[in-house]
């Protein structure tokens, strides 16, 4: 999958939970850009989060990432319940990695009927923003990504978010199994606030690549088509192509995520 997806000229993230060492080497080895594993919250407060993994295979997960040569990715969910300190300490374990994450999401809990913290109480926008803020001023060299939840935020947040210091937003209309919000609000959100998406070339047109996936989708079924057939259908006559203008750092394009787009202020 990671090379079908560096074919066609994207970078490529993943998130596959823990990995051992020999994985993370198979993976740097296929060329893989990113890989994706969040700390979630503080180590004190994780325990009452997740109980399948401990904080400390989190943290030796990011390392083995790190030293099989691939970029981090790794951030954190607001609204889990926690205390402001809980979110301190989740930006300390991050800016004090050996190297920082080159990119950190920051997620805003989106909270889904008939989970656990579907009724936990709604996170303070400032309380947000400064979140934001204060992983900017702690990680200044890293992309600071406005990730899950944006949907829920109304303009007047994501903008304050952009000016406190967030540089990216995943992008698209699917994040994962949440909306996201529509591309063209997006894009009159940042013509209002003057911001420009960092322009950067591919070898695949996105929408073409969509659309023939689509058509392969519908007229094949699993059982006769590969994973990499899929990438040489999206692909195929394509290289070449420019894409309408983000920094990539996603999954797949069979993966259902969405695309991040890095943003630059002024004309």
């Known amino acids: 999958m990671v090379q079908g997806v560096k074919a066609m000229g994207l970078e490529a993230c993943m998130t596959l939970g823990t ?26 407060f ?31 969910i607001v609204g889990l319940g926690e205390t402001v300190k809980d979110r301190a300490g989740l930006l300390l374990q991050l800016a004090n990695l050996p190297t920082p ?30 979140t934001i803020a204060v992983a900017r001023i702690m990680m200044p060299t890293s992309y600071v990504r ?45 013509r209002k606030l003057g911001l420009n998406p960092q322009q950067t070339a591919v070898l695949a047109g996105d929408n073409e690549q969509q659309q023939r996936l689509e058509q392969a989708l519908m007229t094949r079924t699993p059982t006769n088509i590969t994973t990499r057939q899929h990438y040489e259908l999206a692909g195929e006559n394509q290289r070449g192509a420019r894409c309408t203008a983000y920094c990539r750092c996603p999954a797949s394009p069979l993966s259902g995520g969405a695309r991040s787009r890095t943003l630059a202020g002024g004309g």
């Open 146 to 190: 406005l990730s899950a939840g944006r949907e829920q935020m109304n303009e007047q947040t994501q903008a304050m978010c952009f000016m406190a210091g967030a540089n990216s937003i995943f992008y698209g209309c699917k994040l994962l199994t949440t909306p996201n919000p529509e591309e063209d609000k997006d894009l009159q959100l940042f």
């Open 46 to 76: 994780y325990g009452n989060i997740i109980t399948t993994r401990t904080y400390q295979e989190r943290l030796d997960t990011l390392e083995k990432v790190r030293d099989a040569g691939i970029k981090v990715c790794s951030g954190g």
């Open 101 to 130: 994450p080159e990119s950190v999401p920051i997620n805003m809990l989106v909270k889904v009927k008939g989970t656990p913290l579907a009724d936990n109480d709604d996170v303070d926008a400032f309380d947000f923003i400064r």
């Open 19 to 44: 990995l051992s060492e020999s994985q993370a080497q198979r993976l740097a080895n296929a060329g893989l850009d990113y890989y994706n594993h969040n700390l979630d919250t503080s180590p004190e």
